[in-house]
């Protein structure tokens, strides 16, 4: 059972920065994928960045191109998501989540089987 979670969330201005982590733990073999997600009130959950855990490869939402960047450190089992020129419609929670579907990461329907309980952004205008 792989254990996910979050930190790093808060309250930021327009403009400003910042970096959330996902520490994933309880797994025997490293997941395949680990992704972001993010919902705001009232709307439904949205990937934002998925990265292929064996080779490195990250995807990421034409919403936050060159502004958010997904990375994943081995030795830490942590995934991090850089928000960069954060703006008011990135206000969401934001969730860690973990598949081993394979590496189309990206493909719509991908299993992410395991969650963490999410952390949230708010970027105030």
């Known amino acids: 059972q ?3 979670v ?4 808060g309250s930021v201005q327009a403009g400003g920065s910042l970096r959330l982590s ?19 009130p ?3 959950r949205d990937r934002v960045a998925a990265i ?5 490869t990250t995807y990421s939402a034409d919403s936050v191109k060159g502004r958010f960047t997904i990375s994943h450190d081995n030795a830490k089992n942590t995934l991090y998501l850089q928000m960069n ?21 990206w493909v719509r329907g991908y299993n992410y089987g395991y969650w963490g309980q999410g952390t949230q952004v708010t970027v105030s205008s």
Do not use: N
Request: aromatic fraction near 16%.
């Open 2 to 4: 792989v254990q996910l």
């Open 6 to 9: 979050e930190s790093g969330g």
């Open 22 to 40: 996902c520490a994933a733990s309880r797994y025997t073999y490293s997941p395949h994928c680990m992704a972001w997600f993010r919902q705001a």
């Open 42 to 44: 009232g709307k439904e």
């Open 52 to 56: 292929y855990i064996g080779g490195g």
């Open 85 to 105: 020129s954060l703006k008011p419609e990135d206000t969401a929670m934001y969730y860690c989540a973990a598949g081993y579907g394979g590496s189309f990461c």
